[in-house]
């Protein structure tokens, strides 16, 4: 069953500490996405990477920064974590260039930070 | 740009009662239009999607959408909810000139009541 996977279902952190969300797919995707969940809002793109070391900015990047060394995992940075970052976070990939076929998505991480 | 509206919040139907969520986007070419459908405390699953031929779409879980291009709409349609059926919905949109990203509608709460 094809997946991806982040590492954290629930997480807490302090106001100021650095945060990673990990996440990892199976299906040799090109494209991964981080996406942040609030109610009433949808969903909003925070950054997306179309191949290895290759990053762009979504709509909601401030705060956030984005690692891809491998093609299978892309990791979310909070620099410095603040409450108002305390959020749902979703993980997607897809394939370059077939976003016909949709996404594939996470189960998500809820953060609060505190 | 291309953007989708779910109108409806929040909505409520009996156990056994048919439902229809509707969505509306914003594109002045033929979209990929997909619905995905997200339990509490997890990452959103693909139902269906449209891109191309019959403009009535099957999908897992006993739903439908129909793509009426006059109406620039994808409304999901199931003729009899279950509880189970508890749920977010989100419509997205994505086209091929603009690449590798969809755009999310804000959701739709589906709550059945027994």
């Known amino acids: 069953d094809v997946k991806v996977t982040q590492s954290s279902r629930y997480l807490v952190k302090r106001t100021g500490e650095k945060v990673f969300l990990e996440c990892v797919q199976d299906m040799d995707h090109e494209n991964m996405f981080w996406y942040r969940q609030d109610p009433g809002l949808g969903l909003r793109l925070i950054y997306f990477s179309y191949d290895v070391k290759m990053k762009e900015k979504g709509d909601i990047p401030e705060g956030y920064s984005v690692s891809r060394e491998k093609k299978e995992r892309f990791s979310l940075i909070l620099e410095s974590a603040s409450t108002n970052q305390t959020s749902m976070y979703l993980c997607?990939?897809?394939?370059?260039?077939?976003?016909?076929?949709?996404?594939?998505f996470g189960s998500g991480t809820r953060l609060t930070v505190v | 740009a291309q953007s989708v509206t779910q109108p409806d919040i929040h909505i409520t139907v009996s156990e056994g009662a048919s439902l229809e969520l509707r969505c509306n986007y914003s594109?002045?070419?033929?979209?990929?239009l997909f619905w995905y459908v997200q339990s509490p405390g997890q990452g959103l699953q693909l139902l269906l999607k449209y891109f191309s031929g019959d403009t009535l779409v099957q999908g897992i879980k006993g739903f439908e959408a129909e793509f009426k291009r006059s109406q620039s709409s994808f409304n999901l349609r199931k003729p009899s909810v279950h509880w189970s059926d508890a749920a977010e919905y989100f419509c997205a949109v994505g086209a091929r000139e603009y690449g590798n990203k969809l755009v999310f509608g804000a959701g739709t709460i589906l709550r059945v009541k027994s």
């Open positions: 594109y002045g070419a033929t979209p990929y």
């Open positions: 997607a990939s897809s394939f370059r260039g077939q976003n016909r076929l949709g996404y594939t």
